[in-house]
Nanobody
Framework: QVQLVESGGGLVQAGGSLRLSCVAS????????MGWHRQAPGKQREWVAT???????NYSDSVKGRFTISRDNAKNTVYLQINNLKPEDTAVYYC?????????????WGQGTQVTVSS
């Protein structure tokens, strides 16, 4: 049974930083494409970042330069470092296996962690 558990969200002021964690069980994160998406109130879930099995990272244009996705193979954990937070980053952040939404393939999702940025 695949399980992804996110943590690390919270309420921060604009310009602040957070590190989100996603602990995986039932899969080996290092042998899967892993990613992060987010969903703001009233909006569709949008792709944020992906890390491939080879460790190649990709980011949406809206977060490039501020967000960093990484993976700790020993801890079977994927991270999302978020710097210079903006109010428009407010959303529930979800960890997932597989590629971004809108592309073919099976995905597993975590329950999400709330990030709220105050101006």
């Amino acid at each position: 049974q695949v399980q992804l558990v996110e943590s690390g969200g919270g309420l921060v002021q604009a310009g602040g930083s957070l590190r989100l964690s996603c602990v995986a069980s039932g899969i080996i994160a290092a042998k899967n494409i892993m990613g992060w998406h987010r969903q703001a109130p009233g909006k569709q879930r949008e792709w944020v970042a992906t890390i491939t099995i080879a460790g190649i990272t990709n980011y949406s244009d809206s977060v490039k330069g501020r967000f960093t996705i990484s993976r700790d193979n020993a801890k079977n954990t994927v991270y999302l470092q978020i710097n210079n937070l903006k109010p428009e980053d407010t959303a529930v952040y979800y960890c997932n296996t597989g590629t971004r939404v809108g592309t073919p393939g099976l995905r597993y999702w975590g329950q999400g962690t709330q990030v709220t940025v105050s101006s």
